[in-house]
């Protein structure tokens, strides 16, 4: 009882926390990303400081919900279909499965994401392609070329460097075609996988249509506003709409968290606070691992 209560607690602390904390980025992002401000040349700072501070910030992100799904398990251990769910997963097997999986993937949506943007600004401007994946520079990069650079650590992370034209369509165009390109590619890896999977067990676990998370942060990223710096953000820009995306992003992001956790606390008779829980879990995993739900 004292360990639930204890929890709430910190929950609580910690989510009002991550809550301020994502709403001064979104509200500052311009000093921590390349492509926050719509501009006529889209320049990337190649400064240290700013790389590390941003890949140390998504592994600290990641290690603490490993740290959170290891105290979430211990909360939920009376919940008989929930402990089972979560067991079903978190066999030696199963994470390896996962994490291969989830990193492979969130890798290939993220570098056609870049890909995307990258080639309608050369079709668009003559912009030579220049993609960035896992890391906000080639400084940091592993693998290093004239137009890409790799660092592993971070695969949900790109960036492109692009010239945006200045036509309002053709802007709007290469602004939409990160997020579709990335759909594009999540479909075709997971096609791949589909048919490779039919083909040496006769039965595959993943469909190319099913609507996952990559589908989800891929569309958004092109339609909704969940930060200032996504693309649909500097897209509605180019209509007048500015500072309401400092407010409209926090608020969106957090009614997100909000409706997966009200589901899942449904699903499977959790606690609210429990169900919110798993959800910033899986949020902090993104990219290396997902848990089903």
Known sequence: MLLRQTHRIKFITVFLLLFAFSSSLFCN????????????????????????????????????????????KAITKKNKKFSEMLDQQL????????????????????????????????????????????????????????????????????????????????????????????????????????????????????????????YRRELANAFIPLSETSDAARMYQLFGFNDQFKILAAITYTTEYILTAKNIAKKYSLPFDEAAMFTMVNAGLEGYFQLDY
């Open 29 to 72: 992002s311009s000093t921590n990303a390349s492509l926050s401000s719509f501009q006529d040349s889209i320049e990337q700072k190649d400064t240290a400081k700013t790389i590390n501070f941003g890949e140390s910030i998504h592994l600290f992100g990641a290690v603490l919900s490993l740290a959170n799904l290891c105290l979430l």
């Open 91 to 214: 066999t030696k097997e199963n994470i390896l499965k996962n994490f291969a999986y989830n990193y492979t993937t969130r890798l290939n949506a993220t570098f056609f994401h870049e890909l995307g943007h990258a080639l309608a600004s050369k079709i668009f401007t003559g912009n030579p392609i220049d993609i960035h994946i896992g890391s906000a520079s080639k400084q940091s990069a592993l693998i290093k070329t004239k137009q890409f650079s790799f660092n592993p650590l971070l695969p949900m992370r790109g960036q492109a460097q692009v010239i945006l034209p200045k036509q309002k369509a053709q802007r709007v165009i290469t602004l939409l075609a990160g997020g579709l390109t990335g759909c594009l590619g999540h479909f075709l890896y997971k096609t791949i996988a589909y048919l490779y999977q039919k083909k040496v067990s006769g039965k595959a676990s993943v469909h190319p249509l099913s609507f996952d998370y990559i």
